[in-house]
């Protein structure tokens, strides 16, 4: 069983920057990607960001490349999500989630993933 815990989340001004940790714990030799998503009041959960531990290939949402970066440590033990030039737009919980398994570029952008946290809360004021 995974367990994930997020951390970080914050209220920042509009421009400034936070950095997300979601700390995994049980089941590393079968972890294949972790991946953030995020969900605002009263829209449907989005994917945000992804990474693969074999590879470390990267993926994102259009609306955040070029200012959010997904890395993680070597064990995969932890991913994080740096947060750049944060906008109004950006406000959400940000959800930490964890697949076992190969799942294809596509997948690792739908929120279908094994595991997730519970959450951490990230506001951005204008």
């Known amino acids: 069983q995974v367990q994930l815990v997020e951390s970080g989340g914050g209220l920042v001004q509009a421009g400034g920057s936070l950095r997300l940790s979601c700390a995994a714990a049980g089941g590393t030799l079968s972890r294949y990607a972790m991946g953030w998503f995020r969900q605002a009041p009263g829209k449907e959960r989005e994917f945000v960001a992804s990474?693969?531990?074999?590879?470390?290939?990267?993926y994102y949402a259009d609306s955040v490349k070029g200012r959010f970066t997904i890395s993680g440590d070597s064990p995969g033990n932890t991913v994080y999500l740096q947060l750049n030039s944060l906008e109004p737009e950006d406000t959400a919980v940000y959800y930490c989630?964890?697949?076992?398994?190969?799942?294809?570029?596509?997948?690792?952008?739908?929120?279908?993933?094994?595991?997730w946290g519970r959450g951490t809360q990230v506001t951005v004021s204008s």
């Open positions: 990474i693969t531990w074999s590879g470390r290939r990267t």
């Open positions: 989630a964890s697949v076992n398994g190969y799942r294809s570029p596509g997948d690792l952008m739908s929120p279908t993933y094994d595991y």
